[in-house]
């Protein structure tokens, strides 16, 4: 059995996860495992146990379920704590009914034009540099316009909250008063924003929002104000870190990128894969037993913290046949990188329409592109709980430098040459 300390430390498990959750998966599918912050917690990674844990209704998200002193997470205000990832029915049934529509598969689509459109403008500053970071240039202003194009929040605010983003989702332990001081901005942010909305209103999902909780009072104002905080920060964090894995991955696999580039249509398939193959969220919100619960044929006392290994089950050879490689034309699907169950992710959609259009702009402007420099020394985020690159250096030629597609506003997976699968 692997020697629990490999997860005492987040950098640890950042610079070489697969390896040690294989031999995990293999020794000790359900592990006790004491934390960088000396907790213990139980670490699940067999995509069987996973998958019936994410849809067990005894595992709770809401942290008044865990014993004293077992609570681990950011430390956030009501204001902005009051959000699905800390509820569970029927506060959670609420209010995903109430935003569930938002981010149907149907209203996504429609904002496929908007999202080819930042894209390309982004895409039309790096193109003719012939070199980028496309993490800071690419991966991470897309997701961020988009989201605050869909909430209405001011581009001139956007600086801001990505600075206090980054400050959350990697802190660092040098600077404990970064993290504090980020969440003291978002509140004071989203406070500001939503004051501002009352007054002038807009065409926007926040407009809305606050419609429903001063007309109709089906969010209380802490709730109004954290579920804006939650589809921003999670609309950023997650689409950033799918969307440069996904570039890294096909980089590492040019012949996936090739079969990418000679048919389009395989944009859909091969986003599913990569999300299965590096996903952004290693691991599923903690949960809480509320009461005694078996696991694997292990037992977990009420109120301790379990993890479930989401990059572990999406890796298992129990489910996926040759689980290491990348491979768009795999057969058998049910990955689990956005969850299961009721709390599968609800910007879904969005992050898959996000990261098509993304790959599929950034692979045919940027022709013969390429890592600058050595794969060994590309950098990892140092989180355990998001697997995300800290930059992507990339050359590139530049010879569609300033050329679009002009037919790029169509849906993708209609071009008339598919690869034989």
């Not at 005894?58 to 699905?84: E, F, I, K, T, V």
């Not at 429609?110 to 039309?124: G, H, V």
């Not at 404990?176 to 004071?188: F, H, S, T, Y």
């Not at 009420?302 to 990348?326: I, K, Q």
């Amino acid at each position: 059995m692997p020697d629990s300390t490999t997860f005492d430390r987040a950098a640890s498990l950042a610079a070489d996860p697969y390896r040690t959750l294989a031999l995990l998966r293999h020794d000790a599918p359900v592990s006790p495992v004491t934390g960088p912050d000396g907790l213990r917690f139980w670490l699940v990674t067999r995509y069987t146990d996973v998958k019936a844990a994410l849809g067990d209704p005894r595992l709770s998200l809401d942290r008044r379920s865990a014993l004293p002193g077992q609570y681990r997470g950011m430390s956030l205000p009501p204001a902005l704590d009051a959000n699905l990832l800390n509820m569970d029915p029927p506060d959670h049934t609420r209010i995903r009914r109430l935003i569930g529509p938002a981010f149907s598969g149907r209203r996504v689509e429609q904002l496929r034009p908007s999202i080819q459109r930042i894209a390309d403008e982004l895409i039309d500053h790096i193109a003719p540099l012939g070199r980028a970071d496309l993490v800071s240039s690419y991966a991470a202003p897309l997701p961020i316009a988009v989201i605050c194009d869909l909430l209405g929040v001011p581009a001139v605010c956007r600086p801001d909250f990505r600075a206090w983003t980054d400050a959350l989702t990697a802190p660092d332990p040098t600077q404990p008063e970064r993290a504090k001081n980020a969440v003291a901005g978002l509140w004071r942010f989203f406070t500001e924003l939503i004051a501002h909305k009352r007054r002038q209103g807009g065409d926007d999902l926040l407009t809305d929002l606050i419609a429903a909780r001063d007309r109709d009072d089906r969010l209380t104002e802490d709730e109004l104000t954290s579920l804006a905080f939650l589809i921003l920060f999670a609309g950023y964090e997650n689409t950033v870190h799918l969307i440069g894995n996904a570039v890294l991955a096909l980089l590492d696999h040019p012949e996936q990128a090739a079969l990418l580039r000679e048919d389009p249509g395989l944009i859909h398939d091969m986003v599913e894969e990569l999300l299965r193959y590096d996903g952004p969220a290693p691991l599923a919100i903690r949960r809480f037993p509320t009461e005694d619960v078996e696991i694997g044929g292990v037992h977990i006392p009420a109120g301790e913290t379990v993890l479930l290994s989401l990059a572990s089950a999406n890796r298992d050879p129990a489910h996926f046949a040759a689980p290491e490689t990348l491979n768009a034309c795999r057969a058998s699907g049910g990955h689990l990188a956005l969850g299961h169950g009721i709390h599968y992710c609800l910007g879904a959609p969005l992050a898959r329409l996000e990261t098509a259009i993304a790959l599929e702009t950034v692979f045919r402007r940027l022709p013969g592109l390429a890592l600058e420099g050595p794969r060994d020394k590309v950098r990892w985020r140092p989180s355990m709980r998001s697997r995300g690159l800290l930059s992507l250096n990339v050359v590139f030629g530049t010879g569609n430098a300033t050329g679009r597609d002009t037919s790029a506003g169509t849906p993708l997976g209609e071009g008339e040459n598919r690869v034989s699968r």
